[in-house]
Structures are given as C-alpha cells and as structure tokens.
C-alpha cells in the first residue's frame, strides 16, 4: 500500500476564521436519489464509498407469485394491467405494502414475496454500482431477488468488496403425509462472508456449516487477507436456551418433527445467536481461491473461567467467543475476545466475564485491554504502522460512557481520548494511515435518565491530539447536520451520513404530497463525501440561520436513531 502521510490537521485549519471559506468541500453523491434512506459506511483511496440502502426504490415485483383472483388485489389495483407486467406507480405502492404485511411473520410457512432491510452499493460522483453480495438473480424479473440482506463493511483500493449477506429465500416444495405440495420458504444459511471482485461474489465459509453455520467479513487488506468471525460449532443457549435445544432434537426426530421438511422446522435455529465464534483470517490466491481459513480462539476458556473465579453456576450460561474486525497488509488483525475480568469493581459490572480488546497475530490471541480503564474494550482496526484505535466501556459521572482509545504496537502505550466534554460517549469507526480517526460522539453534555444524547460526526488527530465536530469545518449554510463520520482514506478525505430536510418518496419513487398538494418533508440520512479544501478556513457561523439550519431537529435524529438501531446497520457489531 502506498502511504500518503497527511499534515496533522492542525496544520490544515487556518486559525482565523472566514466567511466565504471551509475546510471540507461537501460532494453530493447520486446514490441518495436511489433510496429514502442512504448510509455511509467505507471509504477507498480511489474515493469509492460503500453503502448500504433502505427502502430502495421500484423493487421488481414477481406478479407470477401474487394471486390475482384474491377479492383484495381485485379491489384495490388493476389486475389485467398488472398480469401483463405493466405495474403503476399506484399499484407498485399497493403492492409493495400488501407483500410487506404479508411477511411481516418471518416464517417458512409464508411463502410471499419478501424484500431484504438493506442492500448494498459502491458510490460515488459519477454514479453506483450494485453489490449482489449473496442474493440470487431471478431471470424472470431480470433483477435479484431483493430477499438477502447485503451489508459491505469494507472496500479496498483495488475494487475488492468485503461484507456479509444472508441467503435468498427460495421456494422449497413439500409433499405431505396427505400427498399435496406445499410450498416452504426457507435460506440455506443465516449470515454468511463474501468478497465482491467486479461481478464475482465469492463465498468466505465457516469452519463449522451444519444449519449453514455463520460468518461475517469487516476488513481486508492489500494482500487478499479478510478479518471477520465464523462458527466452530453450535451454542443452543441463548435465551431460549433449553427450547432451542429441544427444537434441534425434535426437527431431526421423524416422529416429532410434524409434517413439516427438516429445512423448515430448523429455520429458527439460522440465527447467529445459536453459534459459537472465533475470529477467522481468510487468504485468497491470485486465482481468487480461499488457500487458508485460519480461526482465533479467546483469551479465557470456560474451564479456565470456572477455575480463576469460581463460578459455581450453570456453564451454560458462560458465552466465550473472538472477532475481528480489522487487519494490516500484514496480517495482523485486531477485534475483540471473551476474558476474564481483572480491573477493579465497578458498579452495574455483575460478572466477571468480559470482553477484551485482542491482536490475532501468527497463532497468538494477544491481550490489548486497558481493564484499570475499561471493563470491557474492543479493537476496531490497525494500520500499517502499527497504530490500534478502539472503544472501552467506563463509567464518567456515574455515567456509562464508550471512550476511544489508540494503542500503539510499537512501544505499547495507550492514549483514551475525552470527546466533547468527559462523560460523552464515541462510536469510533475507521483510521488511515496518519492516525485521523472519524466516528461520532455526543455533542449534549446534559443528561436526563432515559434520555438519548445527540451526536455529531468527529475527526481526532493522533498526531496532534485535535478532536473535532465535522460541522465545524463545512460551510455554515450547508443544510446538512453531519451525525455520523464512517470512514476516512488516505488523502484525508471522509464519508460521512448527514441528516438533511427533503422529499420523502414513496416505493415507486414519486415524491409523497399532503392534502394541499404540497410535498412531504422530513430529515433522513443521506450519505456525503467530504473532500479537504486546501488552505481552508473554518467559517465564523455565529447565531445566524445557517447555524440553526445546521443543528436540525429532534425528530430528525430519533428517527435516525430508530433506523439505526434495528438490524446491524453499522460497520461493527
């Protein structure tokens, strides 16, 4: 990899102010016109941004699986028209809602049309590409399913994609005891790893692959290396422990299993919750073959648990996994890893196992964590110069608090960065190779139980010790609120998902009006490239209407808040 080594960006911002001036250029990318929901989450050295998308607009509908002679669809959308593929913006918006609510159940024994939470894209100025990820394409609608949910977490210099992707569903026909074909719908695997090479997609599988088995990719490197996790085998014991268990014996038992195929009444048992873990490094050839799989147990075992701290309860109830979520051109991953807890107790701490930030080097699991510090921490990435940044969880003020945290390899010491003001809490998210860090973190100092903090987006220099809000530095009447930075290249330039007042569009695409016609507004995330102005001044914003146009509104961020928290939209678990 070619390092580019940016100037501390103290150095970038002019110390005085300006009014026609910034020090970020803001770049529009067309990708947002795609869906009503856009966001961020990798950025290249070339400038291509992965994606992810919700509610994209004009999904195919497959007409041959609707029944048209239903009193409902007679009643409500032009049948003939839509028998013969020409669907209307109207009955593409009927018919997308009808199918919805027909999924709403996740059942195999609903065998309507589903579409996926997210799908995937690479974007930039110009335009997007599509990243199929595992979905399956459907040559009857000349389009993929649309049933796989596809996340990228990562994009590589040279065009490689990482990420991971559930399995289409497909249709699974039954004959039954009373000799009638009913149809299942059931995925081959819950979650699964891929690398996207231009229109190739290959598949990164676990080591253990009963039920599909489970694996996720966050990062790679220039030498066709991926960090992520994958199953060793099963753990039943999750909250509905003994019922899983008892549902694994019961579908493979022809006398209890009903008559049902096995596929569907092991469905349930797809979930990651139901695997155990390790952090997994794949190699790929140049022929782009995986020629290694090599899995990192975790810093403690469940004898070793016991033994240590006397745990007299049911072991059961011990979870002990590994993940990675980062790796240099040299192979050294960095993540997280079950450990036992040796800090100082701490209130709202009721167990002494933990989570451990972790380096997966040669065959070794190294302990990184700081526990006089944190109770339990994280390592997200590592650069080529051997600089881990990361997150532990402290208490501030009687507040629980995320903190990043940057430890350096090469004379192991550690700084813990403050934020905004010392309780505020950070989601760090990428690092290039100068040591700027993006992510955000809460901007309210106030806090009210059961409230939730605002965030904007950050940029923290390690070389100088700067942190700083992202709006700062754009122009003040820019229209956008940048909450969150998801990552950052080498020529310092930022992705980042704004929050900004516009359209709201329905499923076919054509913007939604109120009753006096006018066109329904509403903040939603859109994603946005930040390009670094040279000689840029941070702009004098004061009180004026620009500065208030920036904060945006509460509803805006609860609803972004809401859209983050179902699934796992971020970069990192």
């Known amino acids: 990899m070619k390092i580019t080594r940016l100037a501390p960006l103290s150095a970038l911002i002019t110390a005085t102010f300006a009014s026609q001036a910034a020090v970020y250029e803001i770049v529009e990318l067309p990708v947002n016109q795609q869906a009503n929901y856009v966001y961020g989450t990798a950025i290249n050295n070339q400038g291509k941004v992965a994606v992810l998308l919700q509610e994209q607009f004009r999904p195919a509908i497959d007409v041959s699986r609707l ?17 013969a593929g020409n669907i209307s913006d109207d009955d593409m918006v009927y018919l997308y809602g009808y199918l919805q609510n027909l999924g709403s159940t996740d059942s195999p024994s609903v065998t309507s049309q589903r579409f996926a939470y997210y799908s995937a894209a690479i974007a930039d100025e110009s335009g997007f590409d599509v990243v199929a990820g595992l979905d399956m394409f459907v040559p009857e609608l000349n389009a993929l399913s649309r049933s796989a949910t596809v996340r990228v977490r990562d994009v590589a210099d040279s065009g490689w994609v990482v990420g991971d992707s559930t399995a289409p569903l497909e249709l699974l026909p039954y004959v039954n005891e009373s000799d009638e074909t009913v149809n299942y719908q059931v995925r081959d695997y819950g979650l ?46 999750d909250v509905y422990g003994a019922l899983n268990a008892s549902i694994y014996v019961s579908c493979n038992n022809d006398e209890t299993r009903g008559d049902i195929p096995v596929e569907a009444c092991m469905a349930s048992l797809q979930k990651l919750s139901n695997f155990k873990n390790n952090a997994t490094r794949w190699t790929l050839d ?15 075992t469940v004898e070793e648990f016991i033994a240590e701290t ?42 002494d196992l933990t989570t451990s930030a972790a380096m997966f080097v040669n065959d070794e699991v190294v302990d990184i964590s700081n526990p006089a510090e944190f109770y339990n921490s994280k390592a997200l990435g590592i650069n080529n110069t051997g600089l881990v940044y990361g997150v532990g969880a402290k208490y501030v003020n009687g507040k629980n ?11 192991e010491s550690s700084v813990i960065v403050d934020g905004f003001f ?47 809000d992202l709006n700062d530095l754009i122009a003040c009447d820019s229209g956008y609120e940048l909450v969150q930075a998801d990552g950052i290249n080498d020529h310092g330039e930022i992705v980042v998902t704004a929050l ?13 009006t109120n009753t006096d016609g006018t066109a329904v507004e509403s903040e939603t995330p859109v994603v946005l490239k930040l390009a670094p102005i040279a000689g840029g001044q941070i702009q004098d914003c004061g009180t004026d209407e620009s500065k208030q146009q920036r904060q945006g509104g509460v509803f805006g961020w609860l609803l972004l808040l809401v859209s983050l928290s179902v699934g796992l939209r971020r970069k990192f678990l």
């Open 401 to 411: 608090a995320s903190k990043l945290f940057i430890y350096d390899t090469t004379n």
């Open 500 to 512: 900004k007042k516009r359209e709201v569009k329905n499923i076919a695409g054509v913007v939604r």
């Open 192 to 237: 699964r790893a891929f690398v996207n090479i231009d229109d190739q997609q290959i598949e990164l599988l676990p080591e253990f692959t009963e039920l599909g088995g489970v694996s996720a990719a966050y990062g790679l490197n220039n030498s066709r290396q991926v960090a992520g996790f994958s199953s060793i085998g099963f753990d039943l014991r």
């Open 310 to 351: 006397g745990y007299d309860g049911d072991e059961s109830n011990i979870r002990i996994s590994s993940i990675a979520y980062g790796i240099n051109d040299s192979g050294v991953m960095v993540g997280e890893a079950s450990n036992i807890y040796t800090g100082p107790k701490i209130k709202g701490v009721t167990t």
């Open 286 to 300: 140049e022929a782009l073959q995986v020629i290694e799989s090599k899995t990192y147990a975790a810093l403690t």
């Open 422 to 468: 010392k309780s505020s809490s950070m989601n760090p998210r990428d690092m290039n190779e100068s040591g700027q860090i993006v992510g955000e973190a809460e901007i309210d100092a106030t806090f009210s139980a059961g409230s939730t903090r605002r965030k904007h987006a950050f940029l923290y220099d390690y070389n100088d010790g700067s942190f700083v």
């Open 67 to 83: 029944n048209l002679e239903s009193t409902t669809l007679q009643e409500n959308i032009d049948v003939d028209a839509v028998a």
